[in-house]
């Protein structure tokens, strides 16, 4: 069955931090990758996502993830965090086409001004 | 253009009542699905559905009914709602066609059961 994991449950930085969320998922065939953020309060919104093409993806609010096939991999990345980037980011996978989206267990982000 | 609706925003029951969260969306999308989110467990799929008249169970289905009557709704119906069922619903609608199936979330009903 695929799965997604997510290793870091709960990170804290400081402002100005680089932040480096993990992704892994388990999945033989071709797949779409997100990471969506969820903020205190609020819902899921889609921060970054990879069908295709080069796999180094640039989202919103300086976001980046790299697509590592090799080690089915979908890491997130900020060279520097910012007090409005507290909240909690799932990464997710499926196949392109289908409907049913695995989701990653999270990872609560709290910066420190 | 309102994206993914959800009724209501909160919601207190008590244990064996029932009651039913609303979902509808705008985007002429054919997959809609209700997931729940608890701490620490990520999202879990509860039920979903491929288009009108057509739906299938996800990964915690048991206590959860669902029918999709329109493409614009996918209501969510709790027959008899037990303490373990206190979480907050999220539903999700994407569209199938082409490859890029982006996922838009609702705001998210936070359901507590006492």
């Known amino acids: 069955a695929q799965s997604v994991s997510q290793h870091n449950h709960h990170v804290i930085l400081s402002e100005a931090a680089s932040l480096e969320l993990g992704c892994n998922y388990s999945y033989g065939g071709t797949v779409n990758l997100f990471w969506y953020v969820q903020y205190p309060g609020q819902h899921l919104q889609l921060l970054l996502k990879?069908?295709?093409?080069?796999?180094l993806v640039k989202g919103i609010k300086g976001f980046e993830a790299e697509f590592i096939k090799s080690k089915f991999s979908f890491n997130l990345r900020k060279p520097s965090v910012q007090w409005s980037d507290t909240a909690e980011y799932f990464c997710a996978v499926t196949a392109p086409g289908t409907y049913k989206y695995i989701f990653g267990t999270g990872t609560r982000l709290k910066v420190l001004a | 253009n309102a994206g993914v609706t959800q009724t209501p925003k909160f919601q207190v029951l008590k244990t064996g009542q029932s009651m039913t969260l609303q979902c509808a969306q705008d985007?002429?999308?054919?997959?809609m699905s209700w997931y729940r989110q608890d701490p620490g467990m990520g999202l879990r799929l509860i039920h979903y559905s491929v288009g009108a008249g057509i739906t299938d169970q996800g990964e915690v289905p048991n206590g959860y009914n669902v029918s999709r009557s329109t493409t614009e709704d996918f209501p969510l119906r709790l027959l008899s709602a037990a303490p373990s069922q206190t979480s907050v619903y999220f539903c999700?609608?994407?569209?199938?066609?082409?490859?890029?199936?982006?996922?838009?979330f609702g705001q998210g009903t936070r359901l507590t059961v006492v």
């Open positions: 999700a609608s994407s569209d199938p066609r082409g490859l890029n199936t982006e996922a838009f």
């Open positions: 990879y069908f295709s093409g080069d796999p």
């Open positions: 985007m002429n999308h054919e997959y």
